[in-house]
């Protein structure tokens, strides 16, 4: 089984920054995509960014030059630096990943969410 665990959430004004952290832990030989979404309140899950193992990343348009995603593949974690937020980035954020286990099954795995809150 594995996990993945979010941290770094939080109220912050407009302009501000959060840095968001994901962990992954448990039965993991490696990690392929590892993502974030996010989710408003009554709107569907958004991918936000992606970072595959050789360090290619996408962004959504909305966050681009703003946010940067970043992966440490020795720690098994992904993170999201947000820059320049605004209130229109108020979502929970969630952790995605495709873990191979070490019998080389591929799964995709989820982590709880962390809100982040854009606000004055």
């Known amino acids: 089984q594995v996990q993945l665990v979010e941290s770094g959430g939080g109220l912050v004004q407009p302009g501000g920054s959060l840095r968001l952290s994901c962990a992954a832990s448990?039965?993991?030989?490696?990690?392929?995509?590892m993502n974030w979404y996010r989710q408003a309140p009554g709107k569907q899950r958004d991918l936000v960014a992606s970072?595959?193992?050789?360090?290619?990343?996408n962004y959504a348009d909305s966050v681009k030059g703003r946010f940067t995603i970043s992966r440490d593949n020795a720690k098994n974690t992904v993170y999201l630096q947000m820059n320049s937020l605004k209130p229109e980035d108020t979502a929970v954020y969630y952790c995605?990943?495709?873990?191979?286990?070490?019998?080389?099954?591929?799964?995709?795995?989820w982590g709880q969410g962390t809100q982040v809150t854009v606000s004055s």
């Open positions: 448990g039965s993991i030989f490696s990690i392929g995509l």
């Open positions: 995605n990943a495709d873990v191979y286990s070490p019998y080389n099954r591929l799964n995709n795995y």
């Open positions: 970072m595959d193992r050789d360090g290619n990343s």
